[in-house]
């Protein structure tokens, strides 16, 4: 229960976050075209290179918190089930 409502929240955020990046490049373009000085990368690059980093880092926080607090929690079901066979 506290892994999947954990999940969860990970998930909606990472879709959030990817889906209102489409919802800016559908309804107002103009915006991720702005021009960062005087070459030719936009408002777009940054913002998704940092949607594609902010995607790995939850990815490694799910993982770090899935082998240490999860794999706690699994490991006292299983010694639960144990005593109780």
């Known amino acids: 229960s506290k892994r999947n ?3 969860l929240k990970l998930s ?3 879709l959030a976050m ?3 990046f ?3 490049i559908a309804f107002n373009k103009e915006l991720l075209a702005i021009r960062l000085g005087e070459g030719v990368m936009t408002v777009a690059f940054p913002v ?3 949607i594609i980093l902010i995607s790995f880092l939850t990815t490694l926080i799910y993982v770090r918190r899935a082998n240490t607090e999860f ?3 699994t490991q006292s079901i299983k010694d639960d089930v144990k ?3």
């Open 22 to 24: 489409v919802l800016v």
């Open 83 to 85: 005593d109780l066979l």
């Open 18 to 20: 990817f889906y209102s």
């Open 71 to 73: 794999e706690e929690l």
């Open 48 to 50: 998704g290179a940092a």
């Open 5 to 7: 409502a954990f999940s």
């Open 12 to 14: 909606i955020f990472v």
